[in-house]
C-alpha cells in the first residue's frame, strides 16, 4: 500500500520506518527539519554559537529508565546507545527560599551538616506529598478520567512542586496546569519518585532518527504545506501549496491534534467531536550559559529539574542544567543550561540558541475522546498517532508509532 505520514516528529517517524519494509511510505514534514520537538544542536538544528564537537538537546532530553517500554525496544532494535543519568530537582520560591530533592541533597550537599540541614528543610514538605501518594495508591484509572489535576494537588509547597514537574515535563504555562488531566498526570508523578532512573541518548536525542533514516528506504518531504486533505473509498488524495497533488491508500495523521481538522476538507461529525477542543501549545525554550539566576540562593549545584515561581501570581518557569545530561566534561567553566520562562533573569549575551515548540495544550476536555480516536483508527482510510492519544510524553509518542504499524501490518521483532 502507498501510505502518507503527515508530521516526522517522533510518532510518525517510528511508524514510517515500522512500516517502510511492508509498504510505501512518504513523510510530510511542514518544517524545515525533522523531529518535531526533537532539537539536538549541530544535529537536526544548526548553531554557529556552539563548538561544532557538541551536542545539546533544546527540546526532549531525558527519558525514564523503567517505564518507557516501547522506547527501549525500539532504541534496542535500532542500536542506539542509552547511558545512566543522575537526575535531580530543586524548587526556588521569589522569596529566596528553596528546596532540594533528595536526589539533589545527595549530589549536591558537599558536607554532612548540609545534608542534614537541607533534609530537615525537604522533611517540612513531606506530609502533603506522603498523603498524595496514599490517597493515589488507592485511586483507580476511572476514578482519574473527566478530572483536573487540582483535584489532587493543592498549594502547598510539595503540591507546587509536583504541578511545575507537570510544567516541565509538558512545557505548558503554569497557570494552565491546573487543568491538566489527572489521568494523564497521576500515574507519570507516581512513577516519578525519589528512586526513578533516567537514561540519555549517546550523542543527543535526534541520533535514534538519524538511525531511523539510516535504514528508511520511503520517500520525505520537508518543508511541506499542505492545503488539503480529500478521502474516499478509493484512498487518500493530499494537495500541497505549490500544486502538486499525491494519492495514497492510507493517511497517518502524526501531527498535533489541533491540526487534524485544519487539514481536512471532509470531517466527519465523530471526528470534529473528537478534535474540537484541542488547542495549539506554543513556547519558547533556549540554551544559555547563565548561572547567575542562582545567585540569588546561594546555590551553586545545579539540577536537571530546576523549577522556579518567579513571583506570587502563576508565574513559573524551569531551568535544566545540561552538562550531566548530555554527558559534557562538569568540570569545564562553562555550564551550559536549557530554560523555559526565565529569559528576564538570563543575560542576552549568553543565549546560544532560542527554540519555537509546538504541542498539544492538554486539558480534561481535549483528551475526552482519546479512546474513541484509537479505537477508530483505520476508519475513512484514516489513523491518528500521537503522544497525545497515550501519556503525552516521548514512550506516548513511540507507542502510538507502534499502534498504528500493528494495525497496517508493519515490522514485527
Not at 483505520?378 to 497525545?388: E, K, V
Request: glycine share 8%.
Amino acid at each position: 500500500m502507498r501510505i502518507a505520514v503527515v508530521g516526522g516528529g517522533a510518532a510518525g517517524m517510528t511508524a514510517a520506518y515500522l512500516l517502510d519494509k511492508a509498504h510505501d511510505i512518504t513523510v510530510f514534514e511542514k518544517e524545515p527539519i525533522l523531529g518535531g520537538n526533537i532539537r539536538t544542536l549541530n544535529k537536526n538544528v544548526h548553531c554557529d554559537s556552539l563548538d561544532s564537537r557538541i551536542t545539546l538537546d533544546n527540546g526532549v532530553v531525558e527519558f525514564q529508565r523503567d517505564y518507557f517500554p516501547n522506547f527501549h525496544k525500539l532504541m534496542h532494535k535500532l542500536q542506539v546507545p542509552l547511558e545512566d543519568t543522575p537526575i535531580s530537582s530543586e524548587l526556588f520560591l521569589p522569596d529566596g527560599h528553596y528546596y532540594k530533592s533528595t536526589g539533589a541533597i545527595r549530589y549536591g550537599c558537599t558536607t554532612k551538616q548540609e545534608r542534614i540541614f537541607e533534609s530537615f528543610k525537604l522533611a517540612s514538605t513531606l506530609i502533603p506529598y506522603l498523603y498524595f501518594l496514599a490517597k493515589m495508591t488507592f485511586a483507580s484509572p476511572d476514578s482519574l478520567r473527566h478530572r483536573p489535576v487540582s483535584d489532587y494537588l493543592g498549594n502547598s509547597i510539595s503540591g507546587r512542586w509536583l504541578k511545575m514537574l507537570l510544567m516541565y515535563a509538558y512545557s505548558m504555562p503554569y497557570k494552565k496546569i491546573d487543568d491538566f488531566p489527572a489521568e494523564i498526570a497521576i500515574p507519570l508523578l507516581a512513577h516519578s519518585g525519589m528512586h526513578t532512573k533516567w537514561e540519555r541518548i549517546v550523542g543527543g536525542v535526534y541520533s535514534y532518527i538519524e538511525m531511523i533514516l539510516m535504514q528508511f528506504s520511503g520517500s520525505i518531504h520537508c518543508n511541506a504545506n499542505i492545503t488539503r486533505v480529500n478521502r474516499d473509498s478509493a484512498g487518500v488524495q493530499i494537495k500541497l501549496a505549490n500544486g502538486e497533488q499525491h494519492h495514497f491508500d492510507k493517511i497517518i495523521f502524526a501531527t498535533t491534534p489541533d491540526q487534524v481538522l485544519a487539514l481536512l476538507t471532509d470531517p466527519s461529525e465523530n471526528e470534529i467531536k473528537r478534535f474540537k477542543d484541542w488547542k495549539l501549545n506554543e513556547i519558547d525554550t533556549v540554551i544559555h550559559t547563565d548561572t547567575s539566576i542562582y545567585k540569588h540562593f546561594g546555590v551553586t549545584y545545579f539540577s536537571e529539574f530546576d523549577v522556579f515561581q518567579n513571583d506570587d501570581k502563576g508565574n513559573c518557569g524551569y531551568n535544566a542544567y545540561l552538562d550531566r545530561l548530555c554527558g559534557l566534561d562538569t568540570e569545564d567553566d562553562i555550564n551550559y543550561c536549557l530554560s523555559y520562562n526565565m529569559e528576564q533573569r538570563i543575560d542576552p549575551e549568553k543565549i546560544l540558541n532560542r527554540q519555537h515548540h509546538r504541542s498539544p495544550s492538554y486539558n480534561v476536555e481535549a483528551i475526552r475522546y482519546r479512546q474513541e480516536i484509537l479505537h477508530t483508527n483505520g476508519a475513512n482510510n484514516t489513523y491518528h498517532a500521537g503522544a497525545y492519544l497515550f501519556e503525552g510524553l516521548h514512550e506516548g509518542a513511540i507507542t502510538s508509532g507502534f499502534a498504528v504499524a500493528e494495525l497496517l501490518g508493519g515490522l514485527q521483532w
